[in-house]
């Protein structure tokens, strides 16, 4: 199936853990995002990365750092988890110049305690 | 510092009847604007979009309509089936394709 791929879909974890989401899109798209849904229900964005430009949203801690090995994926990792932290992650993938935005992931729901 | 919002979180409808869901922006720049429909455990998915050079755009039983000078979309069901509960978000795009979305809001169509 062509899809946007993120694991693992729950992950709960204590306080000052270290943990990464996985993400990847098989679509040939040129561009991958994060997106962080908060407790009010806001998508925001965390990270927007394509092959020579990262963008960084300059709201998000420094705890929080995108890696991507290839085109393909665009994972996330997390260092020093706090409570605050505890939200659904959505990752994302775009084509430059089409109709349809984004093709999101199912999301990952990340509960820290 | 929210670009895109959507004051009801909720909205309910008769099946059968039109569900109207509104969405405002600050933007001026914004050039394109879409709707994404989310059912639960699952990512939000693109439903209809509209270029800021247009006014409407249907497809089938969904239209949106944008009024750039009140700077406000909406998006048209009718009718409204109970296979069209979800949360429906907006979206509009800006500098470097780079989407804006609003909070969101849950529909839910009674049979």
């Known amino acids: 199936d062509t899809a946007v791929s993120q694991t693992p879909k729950y992950l709960v974890t204590q306080m000052g853990n270290d943990k990464s989401i996985k993400c990847e899109q098989n679509?040939?798209?040129?561009?991958m995002y994060w997106y962080k849904q908060d407790s009010k229900k806001f998508l925001k964005i965390m990270f927007s990365?394509?092959?020579?430009?990262?963008?960084i949203n300059e709201t998000v801690p420094n705890r929080f750092s995108p890696k991507s090995p290839d085109k393909a994926h665009l994972n996330l990792h997390i260092n020093s988890l706090e409570l605050g932290d505890s939200a659904v992650y959505f990752c994302?993938?775009?084509?430059?110049?089409?109709?349809?935005?984004?093709?999101f992931g199912s999301g990952t729901r990340l509960t820290v305690v | 510092d929210q670009q895109v919002k959507q004051n009801s979180p909720s909205l309910s409808v008769q099946e059968g009847r039109i569900s109207i869901l509104n969405c405002d922006y600050t933007?001026?720049?914004?050039?394109?604007f879409l709707w994404y429909k989310k059912y639960p455990a699952e990512g939000p998915t693109f439903l209809i979009s509209?270029?800021?050079?247009?006014d409407k755009n249907e497809d089938g039983r969904f239209t949106v309509f944008l009024n750039k000078s009140a700077k406000h979309l909406s998006l048209h069901i009718v009718p409204s089936q109970p296979g069209d509960s979800a949360v429906y978000f907006c979206?509009?795009?800006?500098?470097?394709?780079?989407?804006?979305f609003g909070t969101g809001t849950s529909l839910t169509v009674i049979p």
């Open positions: 994302a993938s775009s084509q430059a110049g089409s109709d349809y935005g984004y093709t």
């Open positions: 679509l040939g798209h040129d561009t």
């Open positions: 990365y394509n092959n020579k430009e990262l963008i």
């Open positions: 933007n001026s720049m914004f050039d394109y």
């Open positions: 509209i270029s800021s050079i247009k």
């Open positions: 979206a509009a795009r800006g500098f470097s394709n780079q989407f804006y």
